[in-house]
Every structure is written in C-alpha cells, then in structure tokens.
C-alpha cells in the first residue's frame, strides 16, 4: 500500500513524487514511456531548447561574427551530429530524473495505468494500491480537423515530429503563431528553411502584449520568418508530390501553399485518455480537462489532477509548482500557488518573457494604470551584445504604484523576469525595484529603468 501513486513522470509528476518522498510520503509514479520526464523533457521544451541553442549559435556566426572582428567563420550543418547532441541533452535530463527517484526512494512502476476504482490503479496485469492517486498525464497536441499527422519522418508533423525531421526542409509552412509555431519555426529558419507562418488571429503569439506582439513579429520577419496574418488553415492536401496547404483570408477567399514540410502547431489538449475517469465519475469541464477544486482534488474523493491536464496555462513549471503543492495538501500541509505570478517565456532570439497582466488586461480591470517602457537601445550591455532591438515594459497601478505585469524582449528575457515574479510575489511597488542598485553593465538594468519610468523617468533615455 502507497501513500500516493502519481500517473505520468512529466514536470508535474515527477516534481510531485519528489516532493511527497521528501514529506515522507511513500511513493510510486507510473510512467509508461521508456524514460522519465514527459513532453517536457523527452520531446518539448528540452529537446526544442537544445535545438535553438545550435541554431543560435549558426545564426550569430551568420548575423554578427564579422562585426565582431571574427573573420571568415564558416560552420558545415550536420543534421545527423546536431540529432545527436540533442539526443544526449535529452538523455543527461532524463536519467537525472531517474537517478533522483531512486535517492528518494520512489518506486518507478513502468505501464500505462488505469484507474479502476479510488486507491486502485491497474500497470498491465497487476493493481497497485494508494491511499492517494494525483493524475498528471499532460497535453497532447490538438488535431486540425481534416490533417492528418504522419509523426516520424513524415511531411505533416507536429511538434514531436518537427524535432526529428530526417533532413532540413528547403520550406516550411507552420501553421500556428504561437510558443510551438514560432520557436521551432525559428530553429528551422536559422538552419536556411523558408519558413512561412500561418495565422489565423490578427497578431501572433495570443494573449501577449499588444507591443511586444508587434516588435516581436518585426524582429521576426527581419531574420527572415514569413508571416500570414488572418489566414485560417483549411486543410492539407497530401494526394501530390508536395503538400498543400488550404487557406482561407479574412475575406474568404481561398489561397494555397505547397511546401516541403507542414508543422501543425494550433494548440494542445488536457490528455486523459484510458485512465477510465468516465467510468469513476471524475468531472472534466467543458474543454475537456480534469475538473478540480483550489485544492486540486477532482470530484472524487483522493483522486487529484495537477498540470495540462487540468485548466490553466500549458507550461512545465506550473505543473511543477502544482506539483510540490499538491504534494504538501496531500502531506497535511498547506500547498498553494499563485496563479497570477506565473512566467511564461519564448525561447527565441532575442527571448521574449511575460509575468502578470498586460496593458490591456490590467486596463479591463477598471482601475488606474501606468506603464513605465524603456527601450533596450539605452543599454549598454545589450548595445556590446548587438541585440538591442527589445524593451522592458512594467504595467503599475497608478495609485499604489504596486507592479501588476511585465513585458519583456530582449537577450535573456527569460532569466531577467524573475527579478519581476520576486518582486511581484513580495507586492512590491515599482519604486522598491527603481531604488534597487543593479548591477553595471547588465541588461537587468533595464528592468530597473522601466521601473524608474514609472515615477520621475528613466536616466539612459
Ligand atoms: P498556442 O495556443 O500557443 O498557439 C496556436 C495558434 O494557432 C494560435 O495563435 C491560433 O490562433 C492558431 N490557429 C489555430 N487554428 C488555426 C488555423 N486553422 N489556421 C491558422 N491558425 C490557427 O499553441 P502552441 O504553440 O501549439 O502551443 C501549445 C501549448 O504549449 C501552449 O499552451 C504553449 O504555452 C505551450 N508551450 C510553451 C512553451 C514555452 O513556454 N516556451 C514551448 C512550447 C509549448
């Protein structure tokens, strides 16, 4: 008899089988992939996160190596090599994982697991008991009604198969101009593929701010990302020798696309599939995720469901934070976590970051706001970099002066926002980041500078 059984070792699971051994708990996670780690770290942010490190380094060899006074940098792609290198990336993370289960003493039990009755979960042939279950089996991505995915090595791929394509495509059509579509479309475009976006809304990236949705699409299309705005994605035709994608504008009228390699990249849906939640009574809402309270307990008593799987942004680290909360309510303690500071972050170059609310969001709210932007030509550090195309943008409530967002692009974006997720945990103002000394050269000066263009202004502008 387990304390807890967690189904599926991603992020979520993982990070809450760790957390209830460290309480005490005696603890087993199912997992029925060859390696420990889920989306994220088998075919999501890793793996995709190794390939737009190679990639990055070709394209500042292209970009800026000359203006650097190195001379003459050429660089052969060998596709197989750079597979390689992402595979043992990959491989160093999963068995990391492994490696802390067994320090912790947690039982790994290899099977996709069906839950037959609250405290039973069947692995194969044989049932397990726990006094609690925490379901934590991801996302996976959302079909487009009539295109069909041909995962590995096919023309028509999602994310997991974009990763491993089994050349570089001379063009490639995304559809979808979000995280997935842009990323890997940035991967691609680096390594020389005409890349072409495909976007059905009027922006790209959804739910961004309004400024940086712009900038970004303009630092976008200058390394060469072709973008289609209002273009709603109809279908693939595969019966030719190349695929063509279907499209129609926003006033409807039909146009096509043949391409070498389409990368279907429209969204992800919470995966629960042959758990036999149906069958318990476990609520899902109306998208289809797992229903739960505050608590993250489903409508079945010691049954729980943390991360994709249930609403909520699709991100590792709030399934992580989900995690080691559900872990501790679990343990008799007191989990939380506080949706309103979660980062989210695009790993592309330059990288872009976000905590909080937008402009507009904050705006809806009803109350006084005023945002303080200051633009990364101002700074030094990002100025000897030669990327100073970005802006760091705080939103602030203009009475008490507290930091409600932030909107950053810019090298290291993805780091510098954490300095906002502290100072937004702690309610701080933007005068307590203003009067914080940083740090000269860096480019986390910019974050202070923002805040300094809250009140009487910033100096470097
Ligand atoms: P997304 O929801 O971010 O973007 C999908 C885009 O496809 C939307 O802009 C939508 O308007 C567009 N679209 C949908 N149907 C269309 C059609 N028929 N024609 C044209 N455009 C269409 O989804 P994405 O990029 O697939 O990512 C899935 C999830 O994974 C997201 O929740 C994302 O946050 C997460 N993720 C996060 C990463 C990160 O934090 N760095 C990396 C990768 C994924």
């Known amino acids: 008899m387990y304390d807890l059984i967690v189904i599926g070792a991603g992020p979520g699971g993982y990070v809450c089988s760790i957390r209830a051994a460290q309480l005490g708990l005696k603890v087993a996670c199912v997992e029925g992939r060859e390696t420990l780690g889920g989306t994220c770290l088998n075919v999501g942010c890793i793996p995709s996160k190794a390939l737009l490190h190679s990639s990055h380094m070709l394209h500042e060899m292209h970009e800026n190596f000359a203006t650097l006074g190195l001379m003459n940098a050429t660089a052969d792609v060998d596709w197989e090599k750079m597979q390689s290198y992402k595979a043992d990336t990959v491989a160093t993370n999963t068995k990391g994982i492994e490696f802390l289960f067994k320090k912790n003493k947690i039982d790994w039990i290899k099977g996709w697991a069906r839950i037959t009755a609250p405290g039973k979960v069947m692995v194969g042939d044989t049932e397990h008991e726990a006094k609690n279950i925490v379901v934590a089996t991801g996302s996976v991505p ?84 072709g973008f289609q705005l209002g273009s709603a994605v109809q279908g693939v035709d595969t019966s030719g020798e190349r695929p063509r994608v279907i499209y129609k504008n926003k006033k409807g009228e039909d146009f096509a696309l043949d391409t070498d390699v389409v990368l279907v990249a429209t969204g992800r849906r919470a995966y629960h599939d042959g758990l036999g939640l149906d069958a318990l009574g476990v609520r899902l809402t109306e998208r289809g995720q797992i229903d739960v309270d505050g608590h993250w307990a489903t409508s079945v008593p010691g049954i729980y469901a943390i991360g994709d799987a249930i609403p909520g942004p699709m991100l590792a680290h709030k399934a992580e934070d989900e995690g080691m909360a559900v872990a501790e309510v679990i343990a008799g303690k007191h989990g939380h976590v506080n949706y309103d500071v979660i980062p989210g972050v695009i790993y592309t170059t330059p990288e872009v970051a976000n905590v909080g609310l937008t402009e ?16 990364l030509m101002g700074n030094a550090r990002a100025k000897a970099m030669l990327e100073a195309e970005g802006f760091v943008k705080l939103v602030v409530d203009a009475e008490t002066d507290r930091v409600l967002g932030a909107h950053i692009i810019g090298p290291g974006a993805g780091e510098m926002i954490h300095e906002i997720c502290v100072a937004m945990e702690f309610g701080a103002a933007a005068q307590d980041i203003a009067l914080t000394c940083h740090a000269h050269p860096t480019v986390s000066e910019a974050v202070r500078e923002a805040a300094l263009a809250c009140g009487d202004g910033a100096i470097h502008v």
């Open 142 to 225: 959302t079909a487009l009604k009539g295109i069909e995915i041909d995962n590995p090595g096919g023309v028509v791929v999602d994310s997991t198969g974009a990763l491993a394509l089994p050349a570089i495509p001379n063009t490639m059509v995304v559809i979808g101009a979000g995280v997935i579509g842009l990323e890997l479309g940035s991967v691609y475009a680096r390594l020389g593929t005409q890349v072409t976006v495909l976007e059905y809304l009027d922006a790209i990236t959804p739910g961004m701010d309004a400024e940086v949705q712009k900038a970004f699409q303009k630092i976008l299309s200058k390394q060469g990302l």
């Open 360 to 375: 507009a969001a904050a705006k809806a709210t009803g109350r006084k706001i005023k945002t303080g932007k200051f633009p």
